[in-house]
T-cell receptor, first 112, second 117 residues
Framework: QKEVEQDPGPLSVPEGAIVSLNCTYSNSAFQYFMWYRQYSRKGPELLMY????GNKEDGRFTAQVDKSSKYISLFIRDSQPSDSATYLC????????????FGAGTRLFVKA | NAGVMQNPRHLVRRRGQEARLRCSPM?????VYWYRQLPEEGLKFMVY????????ESGMPKERFSAEFPKEGPSILRIQQVVRGDSAAYFCASSPSRPATSTDTQYFGPGTRLTVL
């Protein structure tokens, strides 16, 4: 079983839709949770960073962490064609060294 | 403020040759990480370095792969005697401090795409 599971998609939605992206994980020691966006043939860029459980909002993006269920989510409101990219979840265990574990990424297409 | 820089962006090697990938971290960042990404797969950690020290190389293949981050100059990921299975995108990231102990996180470069013929 992988430490971090993420549905690779692709996920196709119309412009303006609310997008929900999710990851599950198995290691309860993960404390830091990140979402990265990666455009085709580019490096990942950090979107959201959350420590432990709870919600965090930044513009059209909301990150949620539910440690009891080992489940994290990224919501994108009013999705735009420019949001079309691969979204990678990532998490870090501070007591297990620095290592950051990434999900496989979900490909998102937002149709105009 | 320049971001993480990687070069070359594309590298083609024949089987058996050596590949050298370079990474210059963001200004003020002293922690460097290398990742490999295969098509349709996520990023796989390879190695974590600070200046002149390898902190964690648990993701590095035991043979042919090495990494360094000298006191001066960029970090280098070296792959000796490349094979077709080494073809992938290699990403470097940097952070100002160890991310697992602070809110600082990793910023990625554009990657080097290695193709082994």
């Amino acid at each position: 079983q992988k430490e971090v599971e993420q549905d690779p998609g692709p996920l196709s939605v119309p412009e303006g839709a609310i997008v929900s992206l999710n990851c599950t994980y198995s290691n309860s020691a993960f404390q830091y949770f990140m979402w990265y966006r990666q455009y085709s043939r580019k490096g990942p860029e950090l979107l959201m960073y959350t420590y432990s459980s709870g919600n965090k909002e930044d513009g059209r993006f909301t990150a949620q962490v539910d440690k009891s269920s080992k489940y994290i989510s990224l919501f994108i409101r009013d999705s735009q064609p420019s949001d079309s990219a691969t979204y990678l979840c990532a998490m870090t265990n501070p007591t297990g060294g620095f290592k950051t574990i990434f999900g496989a990424g979900t490909r998102l297409f937002v149709k105009a | 403020n320049a971001g993480v820089m990687q070069n070359p962006r594309h590298l083609v090697r024949r089987r058996g040759q050596e590949a050298r990938l370079r990474c210059s971290p963001m200004k003020g960042h002293s922690h460097v990480y290398w990742y490999r990404q295969l098509p349709e797969e996520g990023l796989k950690f390879m190695v974590y370095l600070q200046k002149e020290n390898i902190i964690d190389e648990s993701g590095m293949p035991k043979e042919r792969f090495s990494a360094e981050f000298p006191k001066e100059g960029p970090s280098i990921l070296r792959i000796q005697q490349v094979v077709r299975g080494d073809s992938a995108a290699y990403f470097c990231a940097s952070s100002p401090s160890r991310p697992a102990t602070s809110t600082d996180t990793q910023y990625f470069g554009p990657g080097t795409r290695l193709t082994v013929l």
